[in-house]
């Protein structure tokens, strides 16, 4: 059974930084395309982030590039999402997804991502 579990979200200022992690089991995690996604209530599930299985290739959102990193640890089974300099607009459930078949074309759209974590809540205050 594949489990994706997120941790590391808070409350912060505007401007500071916070580090979200991903920890996915039951699968193997270096076949999969894993991706950051975010919701505000009454909103679509917004693409953040993904990253290529081997972790060589990266996707960004234009609101969060230049200012968030994306990385993947295949030998610890764990996503990461390094988010600096942030903005009230920021304010988001902060989901990972994962997906093991995804083509490049549909790597921004959540309906093809198979797996998802519960969500880790990031608060922006001004």
């Known amino acids: 059974q594949v489990h994706l579990v997120e941790s590391g979200g808070g409350s912060v200022q505007t401007g500071g930084s916070m580090r979200l992690s991903c920890t996915a089991s039951g699968l193997t995690f270096s076949r999969y395309v894993m991706a950051w996604f975010r919701q505000v209530p009454g909103k679509d599930r917004e693409f953040v982030a993904a990253i290529a299985r081997s972790g060589g290739n990266t996707w960004y959102a234009d609101a969060v590039k230049g200012r968030f990193t994306i990385s993947k640890d295949n030998a610890k089974n764990t996503l990461s999402l390094q988010m600096n300099s942030l903005k009230p607009e920021d304010t988001a459930v902060y989901y990972c997804?994962?997906?093991?078949?995804?083509?490049?074309?549909?790597?921004?759209?959540?309906?093809?991502?198979?797996?998802w974590g519960q969500g880790t809540q990031v608060t922006v205050s001004s």
């Open positions: 997804a994962a997906d093991c078949r995804i083509i490049l074309s549909s790597i921004r759209l959540p309906a093809q991502y198979e797996y």
